[in-house]
């Protein structure tokens, strides 16, 4: 079955950088669009970025030009490095890849922005 395993997260200050991995296995993942979601307490979970299986990338206007998606078809996995780090930006980080039917999430990985 599919499974997606994110790592990397914690907890860093204002304007400091992280770097999330996620590694898949269980699907055929140079063919797969990957993406990131994010949950906010007392938010709804939103989109970060995707990563098409071209390498084609979007970005939720809240990030743009501070993360960058990036996937290793190698490795079968996608990454997210978050430059420029706000409080806001805080929240549980999924990795998620739509399947035939439904989409298949990781467990999530929490991030937390100081001020």
């Known amino acids: 079955q599919v499974q997606l395993v994110e790592s990397g997260g914690g907890l860093v200050q204002t304007g400091e950088s992280l770097t999330l991995s996620c590694a898949a296995s269980g699907i055929s993942f140079r063919l797969a669009a990957m993406n990131w979601y994010r949950q906010a307490p007392g938010k709804q979970r939103e989109l970060v970025a995707r990563?098409?299986?071209?390498?084609?990338?979007q970005y939720a206007d809240p990030v743009k030009g501070r993360f960058t998606i990036s996937r290793d078809n190698a490795k079968n996995t996608v990454y997210l490095q978050m430059n420029s780090l706000k409080p806001e930006d805080t929240g549980v980080y999924y990795c998620?890849?739509?399947?035939?039917?439904?989409?298949?999430w990781g467990q999530g990985i929490q991030v937390t922005v100081s001020s």
């Open positions: 990563i098409s299986s071209l390498g084609s990338t």
């Open positions: 998620a890849v739509p399947q035939a039917i439904g989409t298949a």
